[in-house]
């Protein structure tokens, strides 16, 4: 297992999983969380694709575009068609068509499927907003470095998803300094504050002398278009402590919640951990980002998830729910699912989609307990109203989830499923 999504630098990664050590975090009160009325349909699986080896980690969200006959929504997709891990990356970037069938969306440029562009390997669903003009906007999680500097590409929509262009954002890191070899990850959503500026979680590893370096969770900020982003605050940094994918959301009292992934090592294996960190006063303005205090990391714990004290979890998501819910959909071991009432402080008792740990494993793979075989734990997640949600995850880490002679539930092929939530 790599530190991130994708390999930044793949020697990098794997020796910053050795150093990291386990973090000290304040203990959160032992109180009851709210309850919250949320059904859940069953998880249905779509059929492999006997076009592709891989196909895991997806991103989904809703979209909604506009042409001569009104008004129009639907959902788009991103999966990893590559080992996860293993350059170069690929991705495959879908949009579901009037029968619910998922078709490869398209370069404007060539007419041909996006993902044979080069420039479009990275092209994803995950951080997605509609822009002034009224058009569809996917940031890639990638960030790239050429002569002129750090940037992130924008690819742009006007149909939906079924055809997209790009363009370059610039990415000012505001005086961080950023390992040359590194690229970073924009990861994962967007939140648009209420002065129209647009909020994105990023991480990448920074020199610390002596040849080492270490992971640190940002946040950017940008202006409607995200035409520019721009360093404003850095929320976790430790020199012996990584820290990666983060999700961030904007309270019902104006508060951020930032909750992002941090490494421990236990029994020669490698563990990914929760925190949060919650601003001290209300954000609602670039200019609030880069001068809000933030309150001390706290474990993230949700009952009926692995681990009690600091519960276990890769690729969180954050989403704003009716009624000031929050809802938190993390992965590995398995993909769950909690909400909070209360902005983050306590969340409800884990919910899990889907299953896929082996069920005879005893030493685990590659460096990875056996809690973490089988699904990827990274989930896509399309808010579709208020109260209800679409959630999309797969069978299989691609590459090494379901390796080594063990049993697993749901078989080792590249099976993605598909589930839904409705709070009542």
């Known amino acids: ?65 506009k042409n001569s006959s ?14 996860d891990g293993v350059p170069p990356v690929a991705e495959r970037m879908q ?18 499927p996006l993902m044979e562009s080069s420039d479009a390997q ?23 470095k050429d ?8 690819w742009i929509t006007k149909d939906g998803g079924v055809s997209w262009t790009p363009s370059r954002t610039p990415l000012d890191f505001n005086g961080g300094s950023i390992l040359d070899s590194a690229s970073g990850q924009a990861f994962q959503k967007i939140v648009t504050l209420p002065d129209g500026s647009r909020l994105l979680p990023f991480y990448v590893a920074h020199p610390v002398g002596g040849g080492k370096y270490k992971f640190s969770a940002h946040l950017l900020v ?46 020669g294996f490698h563990y990914s951990k929760l925190l949060s960190r919650v601003t001290t006063s209300a954000v609602n303005s670039a200019a609030d980002v880069a001068k809000a205090k933030w309150a001390a990391p706290t474990a993230v714990k949700v009952p009926g998830a692995a681990d009690a004290d600091v519960v276990s979890g890769v690729a969180p998501i954050l989403s704003n729910m009716d009624s000031g819910v929050l809802m ?11 909400f909070s009432t209360d902005g983050g402080t306590t969340w409800t008792t884990a919910h899990s989609f889907y299953d896929n740990m082996p069920t005879n494993c005893k030493s685990g793979y590659g460096g990875n307990p056996c809690s973490a075989l089988g699904s990827s734990g990274y989930m896509g997640v399309a808010v579709t109203s208020p109260t209800t949600a679409v959630i999309m995850g797969d069978n299989c880490q691609a590459g090494w989830g379901c390796k080594a002679n063990y049993k697993y539930p749901h078989g080792t092929t590249d099976l993605l499923w598909t589930a839904t939530v409705t709070l009542k």
């Open 147 to 154: 002569s002129k500097g750090r940037y992130i590409l924008r």
């Open 1 to 65: 297992m790599s530190l991130t999504r994708r390999t930044i630098v793949a020697t990098l990664a794997t020796a910053a999983l050795a150093a990291t050590t386990v973090v000290a975090v304040n203990a959160m009160a032992d109180t009851q969380p709210k309850a919250v009325n949320a059904q859940y349909g069953a998880a249905k699986v779509e059929a492999q694709d006997p076009n592709r080896e891989f196909r895991a980690m997806p991103a989904l969200q809703q979209v909604s575009w």
């Open 222 to 267: 940008g202006d409607a278009d995200a035409t520019k982003l721009k360093r404003a605050a850095t929320v976790f940094s430790s020199n012996t402590i990584d820290y990666s994918e983060s999700s961030v959301a904007r309270r019902s009292d104006g508060k951020l919640l930032m909750i992002t992934r941090y490494e421990t090592e236990r029994g």
């Open 122 to 144: 990275y092209a994803m669903a995950s951080n997605v907003f509609t822009d002034s003009a009224g058009q569809t906007v996917a940031l890639e999680t990638q960030a790239h």
């Open 70 to 83: 009104g008004t129009h929504k639907r959902l788009i997709r991103s999966v990893s068609i590559r080992p």
């Open 328 to 338: 938190l959909v993390f992965g590995r071991p398995r993909n769950k699912i909690a």
């Open 95 to 112: 949009y579901q068509d009037g029968s619910g069938k998922w078709q490869d969306a398209k370069d404007a440029r060539t007419g041909k």
